[in-house]
């Protein structure tokens, strides 16, 4: 059978999300990638599960999302690791800002507490010294984005979903897709496609932003949370061409995952050794001991980031039956499951747990046109 409840194209951590969610539901779905599961942006994220409080609606999306990441906290096909959060301050001025942020952070929910100087090196004694303090964030966590996307895929399959492996939609037809082998399959349509947007809904502005990441060999004991910079959301939101930001995590195999850094008006997944030196001198300016180890990998990929900042989720108008979950940026692994639940509730007529209307995508298509 060709008709579908739901027909996702793309099957990147958010795409896996809105089909488990739907599959779960009931919902007859398709799910069209292809390439490997997980394998674009997905695969060159970090995998942090962390609430960001410079915009209330991203905070909302995340607090909400990190609350339904709680079902996989035992799953080890996840790698789910709740190591925490610790924002360093490298000054006074800095430290000043924790108080404003705990108390957002309060409201959406989330529990963390300021540290001072001796608290954060007993937690992190290999923190280069003179660091003022910062803040901890006990329940956040990270997980291994492309192994959640494929046990997500394969729950959905259970559930009764088709994967068409290998397969890519080359047009939205009035009510479902074409696929690059002339099969038509029927129903509403989810683009889920991140980078890739504009070759299906042109309408909807998203621009590459392209990352690099190091990973270490095997070093348990280096680092204990995952470690950011509270200048982090500067680089990580801002609209510069290109930036940097410390942002370190200990991996669940002893591995120590080095990032991050952004780059607008780059489409090639060529690794920037000027921006790599950069990135890691910020690392090494935190944590000296990262000198000492050994990379084994260097590797980069493109996030999809839309003109606000702000993810695409709701349906398209102008389109009939065509929905759309992309342009997650840096925080496409912490939104993907509330991301997923929104989608599900819209398609369903389902009452939000959160409100909708701050991702919707007619903003972007209303402003298009004035």
């Not at 080890?76 to 924002?87: M, N, P, Q, V, Y």
Request: proline share 7%.
């Amino acid at each position: 059978m060709n008709t579908h409840d739901l027909i996702i194209v793309g099957a990147g951590i958010v795409g896996a999300a809105c089909a488990e969610a739907a599959a779960a539901e009931g919902l007859r779905v398709a799910l069209v990638e292809p390439g490997p599961v997980g394998g674009g942006a997905t695969a060159a994220a970090m995998g942090h599960l962390v609430a960001m409080d410079d915009d209330p609606a991203e905070l909302a999306l995340s607090a909400y999302s990190l609350g339904l990441w709680e079902r996989y906290a035992q799953l080890k096909d996840a790698e789910f690791s709740r190591c925490g959060t610790l924002w360093v301050a490298r000054n006074a001025r800095e430290l000043e800002a924790v108080p404003a942020k705990i108390a957002r952070l309060a409201q959406a929910g989330i529990v963390a507490g300021r540290i001072d100087a001796a608290q954060l090196y007993a937690l992190e004694p290999n923190l280069v010294p003179g660091l003022a303090g910062g803040m901890r964030v006990p329940g956040e966590a990270v997980v291994y984005p492309p192994r959640m996307a494929r046990y997500l895929v394969d729950q959905a399959c259970q559930r009764g979903a088709r994967l068409h492996a290998g397969r890519r939609v080359v047009a939205l037809l009035d009510h479902g897709v074409r696929l690059d082998d002339g099969e038509v399959l029927s129903g509403p349509v989810l683009v889920t496609t991140g980078v890739d947007l504009p070759q299906l809904l042109p309408e909807l502005p998203v621009r590459p932003r392209k990352g690099q990441l190091v990973i270490t060999d095997r070093y348990p004991g280096v680092v204990h949370h995952q470690l950011l910079a509270l200048d982090y959301a500067d680089s990580a939101h801002g609209d510069a061409e290109t930036s940097v930001a410390f942002n370190v995590q200990p991996r669940p195999t002893g591995q120590i995952l080095i990032g991050s850094s952004r780059q607008f008006n780059v489409s090639h997944r060529e690794v920037s050794l000027p921006l790599l030196r950069q990135m890691l001198d910020q690392a090494f300016a935190f944590l000296p001991v990262l000198r000492e180890l050994h990379a084994i990998r260097i590797w980069t990929g493109l996030r999809p980031a839309t003109p606000d900042g702000r993810p695409y989720v709701g349906q398209v108008p102008g389109r009939r039956d065509v929905w759309v979950a992309a342009g997650h940026e840096g925080l496409g692994v912490t939104t993907a499951l509330g991301t997923a639940r929104l989608i599900v509730d819209g398609l369903l007529g389902s009452t939000p747990a959160i409100d909708p209307t701050p991702y919707r995508p007619d903003r972007a298509v209303t402003g298009m046109a004035a």
